[in-house]
T-cell receptor, first 113, second 114 residues
Framework: AQSVTQLGSHVSVSEGALVLLRCNYS??????LFWYVQYPNQGLQLLLK??????LVKGINGFEAEFKKSETSFHLTKPSAHMSDAAEYFC???????????FGAGTRLTVKP | ETGVTQSPTHLIKTRGQQVTLRCSSQ?????VSWYQQALGQGPQFIFQ???????GRGNFPPRFSGLQFPNYSSELNVNALELDDSALYLC?????????????FGEGSWLTVV
């Protein structure tokens, strides 16, 4: 079975600062890993995903994540935070032979002016 | 815009009633999954439908049931509503058979049970 743990339910950064949202996964099969963003009262929007190949994945809105198998991590980063990045971020894992996606509890990102 | 549409967007039901939520999948997608997202939590997998058959189920009781139609649209039915069923219900579509296929979510249906 797969699972993810997001470290930190709330992260606050200043505008222009580095954003780092942490995600560790557990999987008995090679994982597919995803980051989704959810703005208030909206559904989930895909930021990026890792399937196979290059371990550094670039997504939308300047976000990227690196798959580190040795650390079972898939942390999300952005060099410079914008006010518009304030939202809830979810890390998720799915196995190739699984038909469901397991989400973390989410990390709420606040961006201070 | 993911191409996944859900209806209704908001609804209020009374405990013990039944509710049906609807979802139209993205064009070309043959698989629909449903998730429940309680306030302040991550989405929880309810079940998935592939070619009109249930293709996996999470830890939800039988009063949560679903259908998928030949056009791949789907319904989620919940009987005997309980207060804890109040949540955002998310529909997601994908194309099975594609390695690492992405799941695209709709905007969700907000259900309040009073």
């Amino acid at each position: 079975a797969q699972s993810v743990t997001q470290l930190g339910s709330h992260v606050s950064v200043s505008e222009g600062a580095l954003v780092l949202l942490r995600c560790n996964y557990s999987s008995s099969v090679p994982p597919y890993l995803f980051w989704y963003v959810q703005y208030p009262n909206q559904g989930l929007q895909l930021l990026l995903k890792y399937t196979t190949g290059a371990t550094l994945v670039k997504g939308i809105n300047g976000f990227e994540a690196e798959f580190k198998k040795s650390e079972t991590s898939f942390h999300l980063t952005k060099p410079s935070a914008h006010m518009s990045d304030a939202a809830e971020y979810f890390c998720a894992v799915r196995g190739d032979n699984n038909n469901d996606m397991r989400f973390g509890a989410g990390t709420r990102l606040t961006v201070k002016p | 815009e993911t191409g996944v549409t859900q209806s209704p967007t908001h609804l209020i039901k009374t405990r013990g009633q039944q509710v049906t939520l609807r979802c139209s999948s993205q064009s070309g997608h043959n698989t629909v999954s449903w998730y429940q997202q309680a306030l302040g939590q991550g989405p929880q997998f309810i079940f998935q439908y592939y070619r009109e058959e249930e293709n996996g189920r999470g830890n939800f009781p039988p009063r949560f049931s679903g259908l998928q139609f030949p056009n791949y649209s789907s319904e989620l039915n919940v009987n005997a509503l309980e207060l804890d069923d109040s949540a955002l219900y998310l529909c997601a579509s994908s194309l099975e058979g594609t390695s690492g296929n992405t799941i695209y979510f709709g905007e969700g249906s907000w259900l309040t049970v009073v």
